[in-house]
């Protein structure tokens, strides 16, 4: 794991963009990965910004996202399809129908999650996966105890998580489905690089045992240590809890080959 420690959000955004602009750039047909939340609006906004400029295009990518909620449809403003239109597709260039979200609508959820997982596969797998992580440890939203080599499937939201996410609901946590359709681990753990972003002290734990703790589905981000290629960008707050950040830093201000 390469560990990216910046003063504030905002750089460590900015810093994840570069990075994942110049691998848009080498690979213009690029899979990419992507999630929702509070997390990657930040990075979401700058790659934006570069398309608008003309510096990447995604008019060749495609997307796979890597959650959605059970019984909420496309349109409602709270589904994760929705949050990607506004919050992304629609401000590039990328073409809709190369985008692809779990269908989390679907009555037959079993099927629709056994052709998500084909449908990677159909396009060559996922090259470049963001991440945010879940206080309790979760990556897209597979919970604690998930089973470190799952696919895509159901999954039933912990009382932490659906509290954590009620702010997007307007507070009402009694709104938040409690099932979600997510990527599973070993899918997630199938792409070719991993961007993970993680910011505020509320994250601090979190992201301090799945860099510096033991390997375990109690902290499902755990089992990124054994992922080829991950780049973590953390603001200060996040990185608060890290025996080493004294290390990631010398580490990156001694960086041989800059690549953002
Ligand atoms: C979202 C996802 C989740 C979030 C995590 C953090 O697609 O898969 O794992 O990344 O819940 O959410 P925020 O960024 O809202 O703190």
Redesign the pocket.
């Known amino acids: 794991m390469e560990v990216i420690i910046y003063p504030d959000k905002e750089q460590a955004a900015a810093a994840a963009a570069d990075y994942v602009a110049g691998q848009v750039k080498r690979n213009p047909y690029i899979v990419l990965g992507l ?6 609006l930040g990075l979401y906004k700058n790659l934006i910004e570069k398309n608008r400029k003309g510096e990447i295009s995604f008019a060749k990518a495609s997307s796979f ?3 959605e909620y059970c019984g909420i449809s496309a349109d409602n403003e709270n589904s ?1 399809a929705y949050y990607m239109r506004k919050n992304f597709f629609e401000h590039i260039d990328i073409k809709l129908e190369n985008t692809h979200i779990p269908d989390g609508s679907s009555e037959n959820p079993i099927i629709a999650c056994e052709q998500y997982e084909r449908a990677i596969k159909g396009a060559g797998g996922v090259e470049l996966q963001i ?4 206080a309790d440890g ?4 597979n919970e604690p105890t998930s089973s470190l080599s799952s696919r895509t499937r159901m999954k039933t939201l912990t009382e932490k ?1 659906i509290g ?2 009620a702010r997007f609901f307007g507070g009402d946590a009694s709104a938040v489905p409690w099932h979600v359709l ?1 990527m599973g681990i070993g899918t997630i753990m199938e792409s070719e690089k991993i961007v993970m972003l993680a910011f505020g002290e509320s ?1 601090a734990d979190a992201v301090a045992g799945m860099i510096e703790g033991p390997i375990t589905a109690m902290l499902p981000a755990s089992v990124l240590q054994t992922h080829q290629t991950v780049k973590v960008f953390l603001d200060e707050a996040a990185a608060s809890k890290l025996k080493l950040a004294g290390y990631y830093k010398w580490v990156l201000s001694r960086k041989p080959i800059a690549e953002w």
């Open positions: 999630a929702t939340g509070e997390t990657p996202n890597l959650d994760y991440l945010g992580i879940g979760h990556i897209g939203f998580t954590d996410n997510t994250k």
